[in-house]
């Protein structure tokens, strides 16, 4: 079974700063997709950013980037020039092929951006 | 406000009672899923349904749960003879089986309490 793990509760940052969130995972796919979401407090969920296994580039979305080895089963994020508004709950997620929506979430990390 | 909407938002009961949530999704989207979160943990895969059949089921989804989405519009999840341990934020995502894979749109989620 796959499993998603986050091994930092809550992390705190200075606005424009950067931070970078750890996750890791175990699996035996050779194939699968991972993904941060965002949880803003009391507000839905929000995809950040994918990554596709079979693709070497680490993914960007403006200020979001990860840091995807593969070997070492390892998806971090990186928040650039930080923004209050970055603050939330990051959830790591994974799904295998076959494009169900069947994530598998992590712990979660809680974000606090400080002015 | 065309996001994915659920109702109601927040659900007090008793030990024993029965509570139904219900969710709409983006009016496009054909696939719906249900995930349950509880405190200071991760969204958990309950079920989803692709149009109005239900493709895959949670062993967490024990016998009281039932999920239901009978013209492939809207859903609902009924819980039956509640226990404490349902106590949790009952998330809804909608996706386009087309999109990207992923990409759920998550509403704001109903959060049960049971006394």
């Known amino acids: 079974a796959q499993t998603v793990t986050q091994s930092q509760p809550e992390m705190s940052v200075q606005e424009a700063e950067t931070v970078t969130l750890s996750c890791t995972y175990d699996t035996s796919e050779n194939n699968y997709y991972l993904f941060w979401y965002k949880q803003p407090p009391s507000r839905q969920m929000i995809l950040v950013i994918r990554q596709e296994a079979y693709k070497q580039q680490n993914a960007t979305e403006n200020r979001f980037s990860v840091n995807f080895q593969k070997a070492a089963k390892s998806f971090s994020l990186k928040i650039s020039d930080s923004q209050l508004g970055d603050t939330a709950m990051y959830f790591c997620a994974f799904m295998k092929p076959g494009n169900t929506g069947k994530l598998i979430f992590g712990q979660g990390t809680t974000l606090q951006v400080k002015p | 406000d065309t996001g994915v909407s659920q109702d109601p938002r927040h659900k007090i009961t008793k030990r024993g009672q029965n509570v139904t949530f219900r969710c709409d999704p983006i009016?496009?989207?054909?696939?719906l899923y249900w995930y349950r979160q509880t405190l200071g943990q991760g969204p958990e895969f309950l079920t989803y349904f692709q149009n109005e059949a239900q493709l895959e089921k949670s062993r967490l989804l024990s016998d009281r749960f039932s999920a239901e989405r009978p013209k492939g519009s809207f859903s609902t999840l009924e819980i039956q003879r509640t226990e404490q341990g349902d106590s949790a934020m009952y998330l809804c995502?909608?996706?386009?089986?087309?999109?990207?894979?992923?990409?759920?749109?998550f509403g704001e989620g109903s959060r049960l309490t049971v006394l």
């Open positions: 009016s496009e989207h054909n696939r």
């Open positions: 995502a909608s996706s386009l089986g087309s999109s990207e894979a992923g990409e759920l749109f």
